[in-house]
């Protein structure tokens, strides 16, 4: 088996160019992109970044070894057997089918049109779709014991502004079990609710640049908490979701339409079902 050149950089989602040459064969983040996007019914940017970079790896490990698989058939002449062309013939026959239908609907979508005044309606009669609950960016350090946590809020309750920003980093990094330690504890921007009762009751109740006076008890251990940013709710502007409620009306537009559409195609065509 020849030599296959990695040239690996995973780092969550973001590869530069070629991802990995396989016999001189240039595998892309494109593709790679492709795949994990199809395999997640495009979530994938919603997974956490562990995840990601799990189903990455699967994802460049299995197109290896599909290059590998393709060029090994190749040299036993796979691809110019029999059965090889027939099932080619088959596929190719539902590719241009698939094709044909995904064109035709790209076109049907771009006939739809969405008035100017349909979308500042949609927007004047739907402002709770449109309004940015309040959020909190907090950071926390987790210990396993009570005593071990309120030590160190002890040793942090003197600092204030900057020294305690960095105090808490280095502590977080230091000590804390959680796998938001070695980031120093910043769980970033998350709504109510997006945490355990106790830990979201107590944040939620903060000021920014608050730390926790007594450790919050979770099933998780115990938290020493520091709240680094909060943003108030608010009512996004129209300029903002303009765009997207443009292109929603035109999806829900094109689904009534295509509903339509297929009523009358089934009117003109012949179907005859095979008898059971």
């Known amino acids: 088996m020849k030599k296959v050149i990695?040239?690996?950089?995973?780092?969550?989602?973001?590869?530069?160019?070629?991802?990995?040459?396989?016999?001189?064969?240039?595998?892309?983040?494109?593709?790679?992109?492709?795949?994990?996007?199809?395999?997640?019914?495009?979530?994938?940017?919603?997974?956490?970044?562990?995840?990601?970079?799990e189903l990455s790896q699967r994802v460049i490990e299995g197109l290896i070894s599909q290059e590998l698989v393709y060029?090994?058939?190749?040299?036993?002449?796979?691809?110019?057997?029999?059965?090889?062309?027939?099932?080619?013939?088959?596929?190719?026959?539902?590719?241009?089918?698939?094709?044909?239908?995904?064109?035709w609907e790209k076109r049907q979508f771009e006939k739809v049109k969405v008035s100017e005044k349909e979308v500042t309606n949609y927007f004047n009669t739907h402002p709770e779709e449109f309004s940015e609950k309040s959020k909190v960016r907090a950071s926390h350090?987790?210990?396993?014991?009570?005593?071990?946590?309120?030590?160190?809020?002890?040793?942090?309750?003197?600092?204030?502004?900057?020294?305690?920003?960095?105090?808490?980093?280095?502590?977080?990094?230091?000590?804390?079990?959680?796998?938001?330690?070695?980031?120093?504890?910043d769980l970033g921007f998350f709504g109510q609710g997006q945490m355990?009762?106790?830990?979201?009751?107590?944040?939620?109740?903060?000021?920014?640049?608050?730390?926790?006076?007594?450790?919050?008890k979770t099933q998780f251990g115990y938290h020493v908490i520091l709240v680094t940013d909060k943003q108030e709710s608010k009512n996004l502007p129209f300029k903002e979701v303009k765009g997207f409620i443009e292109q929603k009306l035109k999806v829900e537009a094109?689904?009534?339409q295509m509903q339509t559409k297929m009523k009358e195609l089934k009117k003109k065509a012949k179907i005859t079902f095979a008898k059971k």
């Not at 796979?78 to 590719?95: A, G, H, P």
């Not at 005593?147 to 980093?169: H, Q, R, T, W, Y």
């Not at 355990?196 to 944040?203: C, L, S």
């Open 71 to 103: 060029a090994d058939a190749k040299k036993m002449g796979v691809l110019k057997s029999t059965e090889y062309k027939q099932e080619l013939e088959k596929i190719l026959e539902r590719v241009k089918v698939q094709l044909a239908s995904k064109v």
């Open 141 to 185: 350090i987790l210990l396993k014991t009570e005593k071990e946590a309120k030590d160190i809020v002890k040793e942090l309750s003197s600092l204030k502004g900057g020294a305690l920003n960095a105090k808490f980093v280095e502590l977080a990094k230091a000590k804390s079990t959680g796998p938001s330690g070695p980031k120093g504890g």
């Open 6 to 53: 990695l040239a690996l950089a995973i780092a969550g989602v973001a590869y530069a160019g070629t991802v990995v040459t396989v016999n001189g064969k240039n595998i892309t983040d494109t593709e790679v992109q492709e795949v994990l996007m199809q395999g997640t019914q495009g979530r994938y940017n919603q997974l956490p970044p562990e995840k990601q970079k």
């Open 254 to 256: 094109f689904k009534e």
């Open 196 to 216: 355990v009762p106790a830990f979201n009751d107590a944040v939620f109740s903060m000021k920014k640049g608050d730390l926790t006076k007594t450790p919050v």
